[in-house]
C-alpha cells in the first residue's frame, strides 16, 4: 500500500539557519509527490510538487528532489525565516491506485529571529 | 483568488447528535474531498467524490458519515450519530483534476463533548 514517513519533529531553527525535512515514501505505482504547508490558523497549501523520477520542485526557496532510488522527498530551504513557521506535510498521490492524497504526520517548524 | 469557503469554523455539539459541515469549493474544480486531522496528528482522508458519486472512501467513512452535493455550490459532509472521537478539524478540499493538487479550506473544528 501507500505509505509516507516524515521525520518527527518539531524543529526549531535560528532565522537564516539550512532546513532539512525528511521525507520517504512507499508507493505501488509511480506517484507524485508533494510538500503542503499548514501556517498557524489557517489550511494546507501546496508548496511545491515532482511528478517523476528526478523532477526537482521548488517554490518560495525551498525545494524538493524526487529520488526514486532511494524513495526520497526530501524538503530544504538554504536560509529560513521567521514566517516560515509552520507544520510541513509531504504527500503522495497515486492516479492509478487510490486517488487521493496519502498525507505523512506533518514537521512543525519553528523559526526564531 | 478563488477559495474553498467552510462553515462553521467551529461547531461544538453533544454525542449523538447530527452534525452537517459545510464547504463551497472553488467553481470550476470537480473533484471535491473531506479530510479530517485530530489534534496533533496526520491528515487522513475521509472521502472524494466527483461526478456527483463518491469515488474513493477511506475505514473511516463508515455508515455514520455521508456527502452530498446538493445544489451544484455547496459539498456537505453529514455525520448522523457524534461521537467523542469524530472531534477533529475537518478539511474540505477541491481540484481541478485528478492530479494531487488540492485547494483546502481554513477547516471545521468539531468538538464532541
Known amino acids: 500500500g501507500n505509505s509516507v514517513t516524515q521525520m518527527e519533529g518539531p524543529v526549531t531553527l535560528s532565522e537564516e539557519a539550512f532546513l532539512t525535512i525528511n521525507c520517504t515514501y512507499t508507493?505501488?505505482?509511480?506517484?507524485?509527490l508533494f510538500w503542503y504547508v499548514q501556517y498557524p490558523g489557517e489550511g494546507l497549501q501546496l508548496l511545491l510538487k515532482?511528478?517523476?523520477?528526478?523532477d526537482k520542485g521548488s517554490n518560495k526557496g525551498f525545494e524538493a528532489t524526487y529520488r526514486k532510488e532511494t524513495t526520497s522527498f526530501h524538503l530544504e530551504k538554504g536560509s529560513v525565516q521567521v514566517s516560515d513557521s509552520a507544520v510541513y506535510f509531504c504527500?503522495?498521490?497515486?492516479?492509478?491506485?487510490?486517488?487521493?492524497?496519502?498525507f505523512g504526520t506533518g514537521t512543525r517548524l519553528t523559526v526564531i529571529p | 483568488e478563488p477559495e474553498v469557503t467552510q462553515t462553521p469554523s467551529h461547531q461544538v455539539t453533544q454525542m449523538g447528535q447530527e452534525v452537517i459541515l459545510r464547504c463551497v469549493p472553488i467553481?470550476?474544480?470537480?473533484?471535491f474531498y473531506w479530510y479530517r486531522q485530530i489534534l496533533g496528528q496526520k491528515v487522513e482522508f475521509l472521502v472524494s467524490?466527483?461526478?456527483?458519486?463518491?469515488?474513493?472512501k477511506s475505514e473511516i467513512f463508515d455508515d455514520q458519515f455521508s456527502v452530498e452535493r446538493p445544489d451544484g455550490s455547496n459539498f456537505t459532509l453529514k455525520i448522523r450519530s457524534t461521537k467523542l472521537e469524530d472531534s477533529a478539524m475537518y478539511f474540505c478540499?477541491?481540484?481541478?483534476?485528478?492530479?494531487?493538487?488540492?485547494?483546502f479550506g481554513e477547516g471545521s473544528r468539531l468538538t464532541v463533548l
Open positions: 478540499a477541491s481540484s481541478v483534476g485528478s492530479t494531487g493538487e488540492l485547494f
Open positions: 508507493a505501488t505505482g509511480y506517484p507524485s
Open positions: 515532482a511528478t517523476k523520477a528526478d
Open positions: 504527500a503522495l498521490f497515486e492516479q492509478t491506485g487510490a486517488n487521493n492524497l496519502f
Open positions: 467553481s470550476n474544480h470537480l473533484y
Open positions: 467524490f466527483y461526478n456527483n458519486e463518491i469515488s474513493e
